[in-house]
């Protein structure tokens, strides 16, 4: 811009058509205001779009990988199951009837200690007499007739070659697991090991204490061996689930299990099921992992929230911006009102002197409303709360103090070097998460005693986004800026690294703003130029 000077004349001409001109500029405000919360608007509604299929998205790959931990925890405590059954055959068949009530009392005694479901049993047939010994009544379905009414059998062909039934003692079912060494005189010994099922589940739930899903285990044939809820041990889990025998059918899928949506028999919720065959030694069953849907939404829902709060924290500082810019306007228009109504010399030299101070304003404030650095800012954090929420409340809040200083320009349009420092360590922050590796940035302080001098307003904001606007910069080839700061003076130094048939009059705009600001306190301008591989802008100090 430039100042025009044509004596009280001009001033007279200016004054013919003053209301029509304020006017005008009265509608242009409200009209780029409306247009800029109509361009929010639609922004919030892609984004927030956008941001819930990407929630969802996460959420579901979150819900798989759940799923996965849950099963591998199941897997690996059937296998310890197996692990403690295999000791006790391997004792059982090497000393024979020398020490097995030692070795079932020993085992037990670990398990109490350890915290560890299995208790050993062991039950010892007199052929002769016709009598039993034994540790435990649950081996009474062992010795007895009519056991078919008294337990059920769970089938195994597995290569552990245990046998397995259910039974039910004082509301209790118990999954039996047992072997038998037949000895001289067609005696037997008997002997496994035994499991509560209301134990085993809550052991299942103290490994795993995800909050957001729950498993249950079943047979080949469908009998349910754990369960959150005890009424539905033992029982057929096609009776009580909304599960098919189709959803047990893993071996057409290329994952190896099926995954489908359906009401929870327990807690009457919407979830995402996942079934995978659960095949161990002595096991053939299934493992269901039910995962609550609700969750998924709320998650979502918490997202778009804080996408709503950002947006109207957004909203609020361009219409804040806008009304201090027509206050502004207004101020600058009844002084340029006053001023013209007299009509000597010293008057219209004032007059000068005042617009000048006028469009040193508005150029600031048209350099500070930068629609593009909000919304990539916004877009920044869009990324960042699905990744890092730390990182993402941290980026916000050097946005807020971004705005902050922008909305309240100096009177004078000059600050302290400290706070211009302070401003664009935060604002090189912000670049830093939209750029990465693109961008690099360093400062020294080579004189402390120049942080309590003055410079224009966000002199270093224009020289360094100036720098990124002209510049290449790629991770191959990265724009490093370094900011020095001496006696005299603000050295900005940034890799010559220019753009092909780059437009230049953007950067020259912000020059000739900074040049203007510099003659008006009676300084030297600002000084440009490219030594080699540098790009060097050396910004002088005010006093």
């Keep these: 811009m430039t100042i025009e000077s044509n004596g009280t004349e001009e001033v007279e001409n200016k004054r013919m058509k003053p209301n029509f001109k304020h006017i005008l500029a009265q509608k242009s405000i409200y009209i780029a205001a409306l247009s800029a919360c109509l361009i929010a608007v639609a922004a919030f509604a ?3 779009f956008l ?3 990407d929630s969802r998205k996460n959420n579901e790959g979150f819900a798989k990988k759940t799923f996965f931990q849950k ?3 199941l897997e690996k405590e059937f296998r310890n199951i197996e692990e403690y059954q295999y000791l006790l055959r391997a004792l059982i068949q090497k000393d024979g009837l020398k020490n097995y009530k030692e070795y079932s009392s020993v085992l037990n005694n670990m398990n109490r200690k350890e915290n560890l479901m299995p208790y050993s049993w062991y039950s010892y047939y007199d052929a002769t007499s016709g009598k039993s010994v034994s540790n435990s009544s649950l081996s009474d379905v062992l010795t007895k007739k009519s056991v078919e009414a008294r337990y059920t059998k769970i089938e195994n062909n597995r290569s552990g070659h245990f046998r397995d039934f259910l039974t039910t003692r004082k509301d209790t079912t118990y999954w039996v697991s047992y072997d038998s060494l037949v000895l001289p005189k067609k005696n037997i010994l008997y002997y496994g090991s035994a499991v509560s099922l209301n134990d085993l589940h809550e052991y299942f739930s103290n490994i795993d204490k995800s909050l957001n899903n729950y498993a249950y285990v079943f047979t080949k ?3 349910c061996i754990s369960h959150p809820e005890k009424k539905y041990l033992g029982r057929n889990i096609f009776d009580f689930t909304d599960v098919q025998p189709k959803d047990t059918i893993c071996s057409t899928t290329k994952s190896g299990y099926t995954e489908g949506t359906g009401v929870s028999e327990y807690l009457n919720l919407e979830v995402t ?8 030694d002595n096991f053939d069953g299934y ?3 039910n995962h609550v849907n609700f969750l998924i939404d709320e998650s979502v829902s918490n997202t778009k929230m804080y996408t709503v709060y950002i947006f109207l924290a957004a909203l609020f500082l361009i219409v804040t911006v806008f009304i201090l810019f027509q206050r502004a306007a207004n101020i600058a228009y009844q002084e340029k009102e006053k001023i013209q109504s007299e009509k000597n010399l010293l008057l ?6 005042h617009r000048v101070e006028a469009l040193h304003q508005l150029q600031q404030l048209k350099n500070n409303i930068n629609p593009h650095f909000l919304f990539n800012s916004l877009n920044s954090l869009y990324m960042l709360i699905g990744i890092n929420k730390d990182n993402a409340r941290r980026f916000t809040m050097n946005l807020s103090k971004i705005y902050r200083y922008l909305i309240v320009p100096p009177q004078e349009n000059i600050v302290p070097v400290a706070q211009e420092i302070k401003f664009i360590q935060q604002y090189m922050e912000l670049l830093k998460s939209r750029f990465d590796e693109e961008l690099t940035f360093d400062l020294i302080i080579h004189n402390p005693k120049s942080l309590e001098k003055r410079i224009p307003y966000l002199s270093l904001q224009l020289v360094v986004e100036n720098a990124i606007k002209h510049n290449i910069a790629t991770i191959d080839h990265p724009l490093d800026i370094l ?5 005299e003076g603000i050295i900005v130094k940034n890799t010559w690294q220019p753009k092909t048939d780059e437009d230049v009059q953007g950067a020259k705009f912000g020059i000739d703003y900074l040049n203007q600001v510099y003659d008006f306190f009676k300084k030297n301008s600002v000084n440009i130029s490219v030594d080699g591989e540098y790009f060097i802008c050396i910004l002088p100090l005010l006093e």
């Excluded at 099921?273 to 161990?280: A, G, N, S």
């Excluded at 900011?483 to 006696?487: A, L, P, Q, R, Y």
């Design 46 to 48: 892609i984004l927030s």
């Design 51 to 53: 941001i819930t299929r």
């Design 71 to 73: 099963y591998e925890t």
């Design 221 to 223: 044939e469908g009998i």
């Design 273 to 280: 099921r996942f079934v995978k065959p659960l095949k161990t």
């Design 287 to 289: 493992a269901v992992v």
């Design 348 to 353: 219209v030299e004032n007059e000068k002197m």
């Design 483 to 487: 900011i020095t700061v001496e006696d």
